[in-house]
C-alpha cells in the first residue's frame, strides 16, 4: 500500500538498505521526532551506526521483514537493488513509498528505457543485446557505444566502451553474457539530474536543476546553480520531463532523473535512481528542505513544501582514493574555509573509487562557492575543477 494519512513525528519509519542514503534518510528523520529502524546485513552500516535499531539480516530474511513490518509507520529504500519481493512483501502490511513496481523498473537498464519511450521521453538509441546471436544482429548504428548489464550496475560498473562488432563480442564476454543493452555513445556536452518528490496526492516539487561532472563513470561534482551551458529553457524542460516520469510511474517517494545534454543541447534521458541522489546531497546545506526530508515528508504523507535554494553550492565526492595509505585528509584545513560542510559517512575502509563522504560549499554566488571548491580541491588534492570541467 502507498501512503495514505498523515504518519505524525514519534512514529517509526524504515528504511531497506543501511549506506550513506539511509544514512542522511535517518537523520533527517530524526530532525523531524521520527524512530528509525534500518535493516541491512552489514554490522558497520553508516545508517545501522545511527539509527534507533539496525536489524542486521538479508533483505529477504522473513523474520526480519516481520519485525519490519510490526515495527514501522511505513517503510522506504535507499537503494534500487534491495530485492523487489521485499517490498512487495512488506507493501502488503505497511505503507512502502516509492512501491515496488517503480523500484522494479530502475533495476533494470532496459525496462528503464522503456519507461522513457513509453512516458515519451527522449533517451539514447540502444538495443538488448542478451546472446551471442545478439551481438551478430544488432544494429550497426549503434556502434561506437557503451555496453551496459541490464542490472546491478552502479558508479560506471559493468561497462565497457565498444568500438566496432569484434569489440562487442570481446565485452559481452567479459560481462558473464548477461542480458545488456548496447547505446550509442552521445556526444556529450554535460550531464545533469533533476530530483523530484511526488506525494500520494500526486503533488510533485522538486530541487534546482544540478549541472553534474563524472569522472570515470563516477559522479565527483555537482553545480548549482548550472553552468551556462544549461539555460533556462534546458531546465524547464528537464524538470518538465522528470515529473512526467514520476506521474507516468505513479511513482511515491524521491525519484533521481540523470539525463545526457547532447552536443548541439538536446536533452536526453540517461537512468533514473528511485531514491535521493548523489547529486542531491548539496541541498541538505543549499536548500531550506533537503532531499532527504523529501523523502521523509512523502513517506510520512506529511505537507510536501517546494524546496527553495538559499545558496548557490559546489559539492565534491570525496572518495577513499583521498586516503592515502589509509591516512585520512587533512580536515581541519577543510574545515578553516568558509562555508565548507563536510559530510562523512562514518565508514572504515578507504578503498579507492569508495563514496567515503561529500563536501559542500555553499556562499552567495555561484562564482564564490566556485572559488572556495577549487580551494578545497587544491587542499584534498582532489583533481582540480578545472579538469572536471569537461
Ligand atoms: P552508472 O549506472 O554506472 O551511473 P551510467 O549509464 O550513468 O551508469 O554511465 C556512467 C557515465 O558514463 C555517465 O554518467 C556518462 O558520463 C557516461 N556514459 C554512459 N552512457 C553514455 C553514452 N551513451 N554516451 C556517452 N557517455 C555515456
Ligand atoms: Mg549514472
Known amino acids: ?33 521520527y524512530r528509525t529502524i534500518v535493516l541491512d546485513p552489514d554490522p558497520a552500516s553508516p545508517a545501522g551506526l545511527v539509527a534507533h535499531e539496525h536489524v542486521r539480516a538479508d533483505y529477504l530474511d522473513a523474520a526480519a521483514l ?12 535507499e537503494f534500487e537493488n534491495v530485492p523487489a519481493a521485499a517490498l512487495a512483501a512488506l507493501a502488503e502490511r505497511v505503507p512502502v513509498a516509492p512501491g515496488a513496481a517503480a523500484v522494479a523498473v530502475c533495476q533494470d537498464r532496459a525496462d528503464e528505457k522503456a519507461a522513457f519511450v ?3 521521453v527522449a533517451c539514447a538509441p540502444h538495443a538488448l543485446v542478451a546472446s551471442r546471436a545478439d551481438v551478430e544482429r544488432v544494429d550497426a548504428a ?17 561497462q565497457r566502451t565498444v568500438d566496432d562488432r569484434a569489440a562487442l563480442a570481446a565485452a559481452f564476454a567479459a560481462l558473464g553474457e ?15 539530474s533533476v530530483v523530484v518528490a511526488r506525494n500520494a496526492q500526486g503533488d510533485v516539487v522538486h530541487l534546482p536543476v544540478h549541472d553534474n561532472v563524472h569522472v570515470g563513470g563516477i559522479l565527483a561534482v555537482t553545480r548549482v546553480p548550472a553552468r551556462a551551458h544549461v539555460g533556462a529553457a534546458m531546465q524547464a524542460e528537464a524538470v518538465a520531463l522528470a515529473e512526467r516520469l514520476a506521474r507516468s510511474l505513479d511513482y511515491v517517494g524521491v525519484l533521481c532523473v540523470e539525463f545526457f545534454v547532447v552536443e548541439g543541447g538536446a536533452l536526453v534521458a540517461n537512468e533514473m535512481a528511485p531514491r535521493p541522489h548523489n547529486s542531491g546531497h548539496h541541498s541538505i546545506d543549499s536548500c531550506d528542505v533537503s532531499q532527504f526530508e523529501l523523502q521523509v515528508r512523502t ?47 562514518g565508514k572504515d575502509d578507504a578503498r579507492p573509487g569508495r563514496k567515503m563522504g561529500h563536501l559542500t ?21 582532489v583533481a582540480p575543477l578545472a579538469t572536471a570541467t569537461r
Open 1 to 33: 500500500m502507498s501512503p495514505a494519512g498523515f504518519v505524525a513525528p514519534g512514529a517509526m519509519l524504515g528504511v531497506l538498505g543501511g549506506g550513506q542514503l539511509g544514512r542522511m534518510f535517518v537523520h533527517a528523520a530524526q530532525q523531524l521526532g
Open 66 to 77: 516481520d519485525r519490519l513490518a510490526e515495527r514501522c509507520a511505513a517503510i522506504t529504500t
Open 118 to 120: 513509453r512516458s515519451g
Open 142 to 158: 549503434l556502434l561506437p557505444g557503451i555496453l551496459k548489464t541490464a542490472r546491478l550496475g552502479y558508479d560506471g560498473k559493468g
Open 178 to 192: 548477461v542480458p545488456c543493452v548496447l547505446e550509442r555513445r552521445l556526444a556529450l556536452a554535460g550531464e545533469i
Open 299 to 345: 513517506l510520512a504523507n506529511a505537507p510536501l513544501v517546494a524546496p527553495r535554494q538559499h545558496s548557490a553550492a559546489v559539492m565534491l565526492n570525496l572518495l577513499g582514493d583521498l586516503w592515502r595509505n589509509g591516512v585520512a585528509p587533512d580536515w581541519s584545513r577543510v574545515l578553516a574555509l568558509p562555508a565548507a560542510h563536510l559530510h562523512l559517512y
Open 361 to 381: 560549499v555553499t556562499a552567495a554566488s555561484a562564482d564564490a562557492a566556485e572559488a572556495t571548491a577549487a580551494e578545497a580541491a587544491r587542499v584534498l588534492g
